[in-house]
Each structure stands twice: as structure tokens, then as C-alpha cells.
């Protein structure tokens, strides 16, 4: 089985003496004002768990935008930081986006555009030229740092998902040494839908700059190389997975991303999360049934329309009727953005509704919890479902189901799974579901509520199994693999070779 410190000896092989620098909007390590002090945290997350043992392994310097209000006081003029504080191990290179760019860029850009473009959910994107702008100029002043720290010398540049977009043909320009891997960690939609993008040609040819591109899945992978054939004069080859244009070619995988499943696994089983489990009974009293929804304030993760099953079950089965509680965790998110705001607003007034409609003295069928609660909380909360709803209308992975079979230590538990999340691709077991239909949700929540405890050993066995074994950091092994094998021969002579194929034959 992948562990880290197997990553970490593949990462040394596979890097040898090339400087690793990895680029992400968010940054891995933030410095924070808390009571007069400055502490530092580290945002919980797949993509830092899967990355960090890489670059501390290989060394190297992360590039991401800085966030934390204590950034500036505890990195150089320049903007870098060793980290962690404790231990250094890599360097941290913090960039500051004004204001005014960071929205059009950010709230603009890559999430009123791009985040629905990509997801099929029937959101409009905006298309705003001024958020363009800002999108191309943040991409220049990440490439100005990654060529800094790069000083003309051949590096491996690790990109992280679509908010850099642009950034590998401006590196590939600049420094044609460099080895450039891009992950994009969304969807990536049809030619048609693609199309709509009005700046789609120089989006692609951005991305085409990569000398490998991954995605999460094989369909988005195929539908990437369909838009390059549909906008560019390129030339692709499917059996390769190649697309070369202008002379350059990129090489296009599949890896789908996942978690720590070990680290989860241990923290189900600590004091703390004892603790907050007993807190959770306390709190919920005696219901005999507990479902569980964590997800962020997104239009994409079907919160309402699970709401709405949830109220159709209540409808039609009485006796679920104070023994039921559904808990849904709302992250805030994108606040600042209009369609979230009335996302939040709307997801409120759904709750109170069901539970003016339904509920009764002492019991209420729908807690909605809308903040950031801690790791050991949302670990609790996993291990006391008897059932837990990841029903995304459309998403690239998902990482809260496969948390959610981790932190099941006792083989319990259904997870109700959107056939439209990529993690479905997976976890084959979970009952899946149609998230635009109300009657398949609810009739997957009877289901798992009157499942022999057999069966759902039996399903959670099987799942857990799968996330053990396709951990984050075979994900994470697999693409740097694929790296050094890119470093040693010409991508266009390559044959194709799927994740678990490439995952496998890393020593």
C-alpha cells in the first residue's frame, strides 16, 4: 500500500537534483493574528496532504497567493517563508494580488466563469472582459515568481487547477527548460459548452503550454482533447492521449485525486473524536436515525434538492417522524458573490420550513449547522450517521464521500453517492442516486435505513478497501512518475497508460 514515506522516497527518485516548485492560488502554511499572537496554521485540505511530503522529501518552493493577516510580517520583502515553523523543510514564496485584481481575477473570473462553465448545472457564467484582464494579469505575476525561484535552470513546475490556467504558456515561453504539470481538479465540459468560453482559444492554448495535464476522469479528459479539436489547430492523438501544437506537445491523463485514508481512519478512533461524538447525542437527544450532509455553500452540491427529498420522505413516511434527524454542515463560501449569497439565504428558509412543517416538541428533522466546524467534530458526526448524502449535481471528485468511508472504523454506515460525482467512478457500492430527482434520493434514504447490517458491512468493507488502497498518495506518485518518465523520453512517442497502470509500476 501507498504510504508517505514511500511518496517520499519515489519523490527523490523521480525529482533527483531538479528544484520542485509548486503553485497553487491557496497557500499551504497561513500566518494569523490570534489574541496578539502570531500563529500559524495549516488549511486542512486533500491537495496540501497529497503535496506537502512531496516537497518537503524533494525541497523546493510553493507559490501561492498569501491570505493569512500576519503573511507579510513573517515572510521577506520578498515575500518567502520557511516552513513549517517547527520544522522547516520547504520554502513558501507569498504573492500579494491587490484588491481590485483579486476580485475580477478570483470572484470574477475563475468562479463566476469558469467554476460554472466547467460544472454542468445549469448556472449561466458571466463573461466579463474586465475579469479577463485580471485573470491574465494574476497569471503574469504568478509567472514572474515561479521564474524567479526557477533563475533560467531546469525545474519541475507542479500547477494546481484553474485558476492558473494561463500560467504554463507564459512559463513555457519564458524558460522552455522547465518540466510544466498542470491538475485540474474540476470537470471539464463538453466542446460545445467549452466553446461558449470568448476566450477559450487562449485558454487552451495556456494549458497547452503543460507538458502533462491531468483531470480526474477519463470523460474529461476526452472531452479537453475534443475542445482542443474543435477550436485549435492542433494535432491530437487519442490512442496517446497527446495533443501537440506549434511544435510542443502536452500529454493529457486521467488520475482521480483522493485522501489520507490511514490518517482519517486514526483520527475516528481518537479521545477527541469520542468526545465530540457524546457531545453530538447530547445535542441531537435520543433520535433513533441520524443522516449527515457536509458540504460547502456551492449551487453545485444539490443541497436544496436533497432538502426537498428529505421533505417528500417526511410526507410519505410518517414513521420517520421524530426518529430521524438530518444534520447538514454548510460551509460559507464566495460570499462576496451574489449567487452565493442568495444560495445561503435560500438553503435557510428551506430548513426553517421543513422544520416548521414537520417538527414537533423536542425534536426537529433538519439541523443546519452553517460554518466551518473542526476536523473532530465532522469526524464525529461521520461515525454517528446511519446514513451520510453526497449528492453533487456534478462535480470532478469529492472528496467528503471517500472521508466518510475512512472515518467509518466500525464497517457501518450507507453512503447515498451522485452518480454525477466523479467519486462514483469508485465507490461502486454506495447507493447511487440521481441528485435532480427527489424520488430516487428518498428512496436511497429508505433503502439505507432498513438495510440488514450485513449488507452494509458488506458495502462499507468493499469501499473502504478501494480508498485505502487509492490513497493520495498513490494519486500523488502516479503523476510524478509520469514526470520523470516525460523528462526521459519525448511525450509523443509515449504510449497511453491508464492511473492505475502508471500507479503500479512506481518502484
Not at 524533494?58 to 510580517?73: C, F, I, K, L, P
Not at 486514526?266 to 441531537?284: G, K, N, T
Not at 439541523?367 to 446514513?387: D, I
Not at 498513490?474 to 492505475?500: D, K, N, T, V
Request: charged content about 25%; overall charge neutral.
Amino acid at each position: 500500500m501507498w504510504t508517505q514515506a514511500r511518496l517520499e522516497a519515489v519523490a527523490r527518485k523521480c525529482l533527483k537534483h531538479k528544484k520542485l516548485i509548486i503553485v497553487s492560488n491557496r497557500e499551504p502554511y497561513v500566518h494569523q493574528y490570534h489574541d496578539g499572537k502570531i500563529v500559524c496554521v495549516s488549511p486542512a485540505g486533500g491537495l496540501t496532504s497529497a503535496l506537502k511530503p512531496v516537497i518537503s522529501a524533494a525541497g523546493g518552493t510553493w507559490v501561492a497567493q498569501a491570505t493569512g493577516s500576519a503573511d507579510r510580517e513573517t515572510a521577506s520583502p520578498s515575500g518567502v517563508v520557511n516552513v513549517p515553523p517547527e520544522n522547516p523543510a520547504f520554502t513558501l514564496r507569498r504573492l500579494w494580488i491587490p484588491a481590485e485584481l483579486q476580485h475580477d481575477y478570483y470572484e470574477g473570473l475563475a468562479n463566476q466563469a469558469l467554476w460554472p462553465l466547467c460544472h454542468n448545472v445549469y448556472q449561466r457564467p458571466q463573461f466579463r472582459e474586465a475579469d479577463w484582464r485580471a485573470y491574465r494579469r494574476v497569471n503574469e505575476m504568478f509567472a514572474q515568481a515561479v521564474l524567479d525561484e526557477a533563475r533560467g535552470r531546469e525545474a519541475v513546475v507542479f500547477i494546481q487547477d484553474y485558476h492558473l490556467a494561463l500560467l504554463p504558456r507564459l512559463l513555457k515561453r519564458e524558460n522552455p527548460r522547465l518540466c510544466v504539470a498542470h491538475f485540474w481538479h474540476i470537470p471539464w465540459p463538453g466542446p460545445e459548452i467549452a466553446q461558449t468560453f470568448p476566450w477559450i482559444d487562449e485558454l487552451l492554448d495556456g494549458m497547452l503550454g503543460n507538458d502533462l495535464l491531468g483531470f480526474h476522469l477519463d470523460r474529461h479528459s476526452v472531452n479537453f482533447i475534443d475542445t482542443v479539436d474543435s477550436v485549435l489547430p492542433a494535432q491530437t492523438d487519442r490512442l496517446r492521449r497527446t495533443v501537440r501544437l506549434d511544435g510542443h506537445s502536452t500529454v493529457v491523463r486521467d488520475a482521480p485525486i483522493s485522501i489520507d485514508f490511514e490518517r482519517h481512519a486514526a483520527i475516528a478512533a481518537s479521545p477527541e473524536v469520542e468526545d465530540a461524538m457524546r457531545a453530538w447525542r447530547e445535542r441531537l437527544g435520543g433520535v433513533r436515525y441520524i443522516g449527515l450532509g457536509i458540504d460547502r455553500i456551492d449551487y453545485t452540491k444539490g443541497i436544496p434538492e436533497r432538502l426537498r427529498a428529505l421533505d417528500l420522505l417526511l410526507e410519505r413516511s410518517p414513521t420517520l417522524r421524530g426518529a430521524l434527524t438530518f444534520v447538514q454542515v454548510g460551509v460559507p463560501s464566495r460570499c462576496g458573490i451574489s449567487t452565493y449569497a442568495r444560495l445561503e439565504r435560500a438553503i435557510a428558509e428551506q430548513v426553517d420550513a421543513i422544520n416548521r412543517r414537520w417538527g414537533a416538541a423536542g425534536w426537529q428533522p433538519v439541523v443546519f449547522e452553517k460554518r466551518n466546524a473542526g476536523l473532530a467534530e465532522m469526524t464525529a458526526l461521520h461515525r454517528l450517521a446511519h446514513f451520510c448524502m453526497v449528492t453533487p449535481l456534478h462535480d470532478g471528485m469529492n472528496l467528503v464521500a471517500k472521508e466518510f468511508v475512512a472515518s467509518r472504523i466500525d464497517q457501518d454506515g450507507v453512503l447515498i453517492l451522485s452518480r454525477f460525482a466523479g467519486a462514483a467512478r469508485e465507490l461502486k457500492t454506495a447507493l447511487q442516486v440521481n441528485p435532480f430527482c427527489e424520488t430516487s434520493i428518498g428512496d436511497a434514504i429508505s433503502t439505507a435505513l432498513t438495510m440488514p447490517r450485513s449488507e452494509r458491512q458488506r458495502r462499507m468493507a468493499a469501499a473502504r478497501e478501494t480508498v485505502r488502497n487509492n490513497n493520495i498518495f498513490r494519486w500523488a506518485g502516479a503523476l510524478l512518475e509520469e514526470i520523470e518518465q516525460l523528462g526521459r523520453a519525448g511525450s509523443e512517442s509515449r504510449e497511453f497508460a491508464p492511473f492505475g497502470r502508471l500507479a503500479a509500476s512506481v518502484a
